[in-house]
């Protein structure tokens, strides 16, 4: 097994996130908690990139659908869309729309449980109800309602991995191995060193 230091996920910042210029906070906060960054690309996808993103889990459709219709019920609402496979179904023709717009940012990054440090630090899909402190809740305002009634991608800044074994699927998407830089941060020492030594004169 790999030492958890090498644990890496896959971001986007989506083509909102790059029109509102969120690329420094965003990067920012992924950086100062002590993640290093190990790949990065400017690029505007193809429809067919997107559908390969977001079909590397063959679940993928009936999930977010399931998710969606949830979030009305937890709010005592009701979902436009009785069955989770037709909802998902359409969220990805919303994104196909949403992720070809224009350029996005792709990034690897790496440190110990990298998957579950940046899902928390971005915070839950619908900006509505995610966490204050994290980015969508901090940085954007869209709402499951809102973007079903104008028939869109809900534009939540950022895409991060789920689990270890999609983000090993989604990184192979988007990066060539020669892409993946393998070095070392000075900070990685004050973080995972068995000693910290070496600091007094
Ligand atoms: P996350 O990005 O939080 O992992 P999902 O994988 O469930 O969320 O959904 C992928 C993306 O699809 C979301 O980030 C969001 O942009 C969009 N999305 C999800 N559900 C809906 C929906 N019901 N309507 C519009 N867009 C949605």
Not at 38 to 50: F, G, R
Not at 79 to 105: H, M, N, Q, S, W
Not at 118 to 136: A, F, H, N, Q
Not at 153 to 168: D, K, M, P, Q, Y
Request: aromatic letters at 6%; one cysteine or more.
């Amino acid at each position: 097994m790999d030492h958890p230091k090498k644990e890496r996920t896959f971001v986007i910042i989506k083509p909102d996130g790059i029109q509102r210029t969120l690329i420094g906070e965003i990067i920012r906060r992924y950086e100062r908690i002590g993640l290093k960054l190990v790949a990065l690309k400017m690029a505007v996808p193809d429809e067919k990139t997107v559908v390969k993103h977001y079909t590397v889990d063959p679940d993928w459709i009936r999930k977010v659908g399931e998710k969606s219709i949830i979030s009305y019920q937890n709010k005592g609402l009701v979902a436009p869309f009785k069955d989770p496979e037709e909802c998902g179904r359409a969220v990805l023709g919303r994104l196909k729309k949403y992720l070809t717009t224009g350029p996005v940012i792709a990034m690897v990054w790496q440190g110990n449980k990298a998957v579950g440090i940046i899902r928390k630090l971005t915070g839950g899909t619908e900006p509505l109800t995610s966490d204050v402190g994290t980015i969508r809740g901090d940085l954007t305002i869209d709402s499951y309602d809102m973007s079903d009634l104008d028939d869109r991608a809900i534009r939540n800044l950022i895409h991060a991995s789920g689990s270890v074994e999609e983000a090993e699927k989604e990184i192979e998407i988007w990066f060539k191995k020669d892409e993946i830089f393998n070095y070392n941060l000075v900070l990685e020492k004050m973080l995972y060193d068995v000693n910290i030594d070496g600091i007094m004169e």
